[in-house]
């Protein structure tokens, strides 16, 4: 039972909203509320991560594999020749150590396996086994269904611009980040 239950309205002209948050945030950005739309927006994508999130454990958790073990695997699905630590750790967003830990416990289900890396002796690759193979083709179907249904209603136009509108955030947050990391935080 999830505990987590969403009551949105939605506002004049049909967009929608959740009454709790914009109350939360009206009374954090004060008096002007001029910031009010960007937070509103950015606790709808934290709500909609959980909710894609909690799809993919959902499905991913069933099968034995975490949500974090299932990305790794479909990236070195994608890959003939495996994939380095470092590269996945970079890829994904995540640290090498945690990384390795995933690629354990991948090589421990047999889905992932360490191989030398032919152009570095020092390193090693990981790269997806045949049953890890067969566990993605497993997992295909049952994915494609779960996304049709949580994307329902969506246009095919509504869906490119929700992608352009995220990664764009993504790359502002990178930008700041860069940006902080050159310049420390602002007081």
């Known amino acids: ?11 004049p002209d049909g967009t929608l909203y959740d009454p709790r948050v914009r109350a939360a945030m009206t009374r954090f950005v004060g008096e002007d509320g001029g910031d ?22 959902h499905g991913s958790e069933g099968r034995g594999v975490s949500a974090g073990a299932l990305d790794l695997l479909l990236r070195l ?14 890829a994904a967003g995540v640290s090498s150590r945690n990384v390795t ?45 779960a996304m049709r249904a949580l994307f329902q209603g969506f246009s095919p136009e509504e869906l490119v611009a929700f992608r352009d509108l995220c990664l ?8 700041l980040a860069e940006h902080l990391a ?3 935080p602002r007081r």
Request: charged share 30%; hydrophobic share 40%; aromatic share 4%.
């Open 168 to 175: 764009r955030l993504a790359g502002n947050q990178r930008r």
């Open 1 to 11: 039972m999830m505990k987590d239950v969403h009551n949105f309205q939605s506002d």
């Open 36 to 57: 009010l739309l960007a937070f509103e927006a950015s606790a709808a994508v934290r709500t909609a991560h959980h909710a894609v999130e909690r799809m993919r454990a």
């Open 101 to 145: 830990g995933l690629v354990d416990t991948l090589e421990n289900d047999g889905l992932a396996r360490r191989a030398p890396d032919p152009d570095d002796r020092r390193s090693v690759l990981a790269e997806i086994t045949p049953a890890g193979r067969a566990w993605i083709e497993a997992f295909r179907k049952p994915s494609q269904l």
């Open 182 to 184: 050159q310049n420390g």
């Open 77 to 90: 699905s994608g890959s003939a020749e495996g994939i380095s630590i470092g590269e996945l750790a970079r």
